[in-house]
């Protein structure tokens, strides 16, 4: 539960407080101190320290996280595009709508429509 908690201030850092957070542990500020001038955890300053320990990186790897739903009008078209021509491909409609949209929700607007 600790290591869960730890994690979601993690991700509430901000790139600027990760760097601050680097910066004055690199500077040999203790995790306590550090942490009541970010106001942050003791939790979220020790992973942040740690992950550039480990990886010499501080902020979050590119394409974590959940990608962004579609809109309605992104929906329309899709299904739209699907209708026009039936041998149409995922990763065309994806191309085409502009949007990071994952293949599996292509697929279910489509059998949905």
């Known amino acids: 539960m600790a290591e869960n908690r730890a994690r979601r201030h993690f991700l509430q850092l901000s790139e600027f407080e990760r760097g601050l957070i680097i910066g004055m542990k690199t ?38 996280g959940v990608t962004r739903k579609p809109t ?19 990763s065309t409609i994806r191309a085409d709508v502009g949007v990071a949209i994952d293949p599996q929700t292509i697929s279910r607007l489509l059998a949905e429509s």
């Open 72 to 90: 309605r009008r992104q929906d329309r078209r899709i299904v739209w595009q699907a209708l026009v021509d039936p041998t149409v491909t995922r």
């Open 27 to 64: 500077a040999g500020l203790s995790t306590y101190r550090v942490a009541g001038q970010v106001d942050h955890s003791e939790w979220a300053v020790r992973n942040c320290w740690e992950q550039w320990t480990r990886e010499g990186t501080h902020a979050r790897k590119t394409g974590s």
